[in-house]
T-cell receptor, first 117, second 109 residues
Framework: GAVVSQHPSRVICKSGTSVKIECRSLDFQATTMFWYRQFPKKSLMLMAT?????????EQGVEKDKFLINHASLTLSTLTVTSAHPEDSSFYIC?????????????FGPGTRLLVL | GQNIDQPTEMTATEGAIVQINCTYQTSGFNGLFWYQQHAGEAPTFLSYNVLDGLEEKGRFSSFLSRSKGYSYLLLKELQMKDSASYLCAVTSGTYKYIFGTGTRLKVLA
């Protein structure tokens, strides 16, 4: 149980285009989903907290207009990187916190590797 | 401020025991997590400590001392597949994780 999927797993795009990444909790409902960014050999940096039906909460220094988050249901959150630039190239990971059970625990998706040319 | 420290890298030999330390200074504390992450993959859950003491799960154990702001992850009978990054994360009331810097463990034959 507690499986989180992300799609796509890898994406290459041209500078200036927008990229949408989906995060789904497959076998549980998630009150909250989180979006992280990870640079090579570094730890995870929280970008934003996404709650179903409400606006996302962004961490300091993260541009909300650049990283659009939509949490349409208890099993789906999307992150759209708008007008992507090469410096946005990174590994993006989502996680989901279950409604039931161990509510402190987050389950992570497999990540999406974004390369902006 | 929020600060969570781990050693950057560690090396150990197959079959040995290794202890990865994590010290934290956070405004509030709900619990401490350990995750394992192989390169290019998602972190996978290893353990969760809320109360002081040792939690054992097979070859992995995790210890917490809240008064000292200290935790460690103990890996026994090391295997090559244990080569990975180990991430310590603290929650402090908002369900958000504050991640440590991560420790890259290399297991040598």
């Amino acid at each position: 149980g507690a499986v989180v999927s992300q799609h796509p797993s890898r994406v290459i795009c041209k500078s200036g285009t927008s990229v949408k990444i989906e995060c789904r909790s497959l076998d549980f409902q998630a009150t909250t989903m989180f979006w992280y960014r990870q640079f090579p050999k570094k730890s995870l940096m929280l970008m934003a907290t996404s709650n179903e039906g409400s606006k996302a909460t962004y961490e300091q220094g993260v541009e909300k207009d650049k990283f659009l988050i939509n949490h349409a249901s208890l099993t789906l959150s999307t992150l759209t990187v708008t007008s992507a630039h090469p410096e946005d190239s990174s590994f993006y990971i989502c996680s989901a916190r279950p409604v039931e059970g161990e509510r402190e625990t987050q389950y992570f998706g497999p990540g999406t590797r974004l390369l902006v040319l | 401020g929020q600060n969570i420290d781990q050693p950057t890298e560690m090396t150990a030999t197959e079959g040995a025991i290794v202890q990865i330390n994590c010290t934290y200074q956070t405004s509030g504390f709900n619990g401490l997590f350990w995750y394992q992450q192989h390169a290019g993959e998602a972190p996978t859950f290893l353990s969760y400590n809320v109360l002081d003491g040792l939690e054992e799960k097979g070859r992995f154990s995790s210890f917490l001392s809240r008064s000292k702001g200290y935790s460690y992850l103990l890996l026994k009978e090391l295997q090559m597949k244990d080569s990975a990054s180990y991430l310590c994360a603290v929650t402090s009331g908002t369900y958000k994780y504050i991640f440590g810097t991560g420790t890259r463990l290399k297991v040598l034959a």
